[in-house]
């Protein structure tokens, strides 16, 4: 398996989010990645490789243009509002709720930023887009090497990406790196691709910017969102809009949900994927439903993610992966290399 992993990540680096009414300290850090690194160096899955350059137009095959010229200048502009700002995390603090428009961007770069932002708890720094833009070439780059003949490849970056829609961010998400690198499969000659999400939390920015496609099948098991976050989208009734009606499943479980049932789910989710008769798989890797995660709920323990690699790999699929989320942090290296592992074990 080729990993391909983010040298910038380092440069988003927050101080603060909004959890529950209170400044905290990021979930999201960097030692997410440098321990799935540091157990990669004990366990090696793979050859570990920088990503290539990605052009703009892989970014806006996704992204709206106006929304991403926003995030590449979003520091700048949040400098210039108050250059005492530069000492601080941007975090929005004003929204366009129901009955307001959303189709006019304002001039002021606050609004801007509540415009596009889904959440106050994904706070964006000097780095954020560097950061972000290098790991979305790690998914482009990691969907070419599957699309070049390689069976398997992970983009290991952060902050991770299936939060992110079409010209918003939130959930730490800001890039989406699935729907790059689905996108990046079809463009290299899959006919159809499965994406089959497996974090806690529901993707909610794979499955809005897929909704209305044939060619790309969305498959998400993940906390219910009648209690669990985003909240606002994951429903079992979401089934997908115009042409791309049937071809999202979303399969929403209770927090507390036991090993034994997610896996009986899990197996629900790849017979639709069978179904689907994919040729490629992308698998957001989020190992957030570890019982020791501290903003999750399910009850996965470490052996449980080499099973989990090694029923991945039962499908036969070229597949890439692209690490989402985790927040035991020092159990995150462990448990994504077991499903890398298992995956590569079980691969022939």
Do not use: K
């Not at 321990?35 to 990503?51: F, K, M, N, S, Y």
């Not at 990406?161 to 939130?170: S, T, Y």
């Not at 049932?261 to 008769?277: G, I, N, P, S």
Request: charged share 20%.
């Amino acid at each position: 398996m080729r990993i391909i992993h983010n040298p910038d990540h380092r440069l988003h680096t927050a101080q603060h989010e909004m959890y529950r009414g209170r400044l905290v300290p990021c979930h999201e850090t960097p030692d997410r990645l440098d321990h799935v690194l540091a157990a990669l160096q004990q366990r090696p899955v793979g050859p570990l490789c920088t990503p290539e350059e990605v052009p703009d137009a892989a970014l806006a095959a996704i992204h709206s243009p106006a929304y991403l010229a926003f995030l590449a200048g979003a520091w700048d502009a949040w400098v210039a509002l108050d250059p005492a700002n530069a000492a601080f995390d941007i975090l929005p603090s004003v929204w366009p709720g129901r009955g307001f428009r959303h189709d006019v961007v304002p001039r002021n770069f606050a609004a801007q930023l509540g415009l596009y932002a889904f959440d106050a708890g994904s706070p964006m720094v000097a780095g954020t887009w560097a950061a972000v833009r290098a790991g979305a070439a790690c998914a482009v780059t990691a969907a070419r090497a599957v699309t070049g003949g390689e069976r398997s490849a992970m983009a290991l970056t952060r902050p991770p990406g299936h939060h992110a829609g079409p010209d918003f961010f939130g959930g730490y998400c800001f890039l989406n790196n699935a729907a790059l690198a689905a996108q990046t499969l079809r463009d290299g000659g899959a006919a159809r691709v499965a994406v089959l999400d497996v974090d806690y939390h529901h993707g909610n920015g794979t499955q809005t910017i897929f909704e209305q496609r044939a060619d790309v099948l969305t498959v998400s098991l993940h906390g219910d969102p009648m209690t669990e976050y985003p909240f606002f989208l994951g429903h079992a009734d979401e089934r997908g809009q115009g042409a791309g009606q049937g071809f999202n499943l979303n399969l929403p479980l209770p927090r507390g949900t036991s090993a034994d049932t997610w896996f009986a789910t899990l197996d629900h989710a790849l017979q639709a994927v069978e179904r689907f008769r994919p040729d490629a798989l992308v698998v957001p890797l989020g190992v957030d439903t570890f019982e020791g995660d501290p903003i999750s709920g399910f009850h996965l323990r470490s052996s449980d993610y080499l099973r989990l690699g090694e029923r991945l790999a039962r499908l036969g699929l070229p597949t890439v992966f692209t690490m989402e989320g985790g927040y035991a942090v020092a159990d995150v290296g462990i448990n994504v290399v077991n499903v890398l592992q298992g995956f590569e074990e079980r691969t022939p």
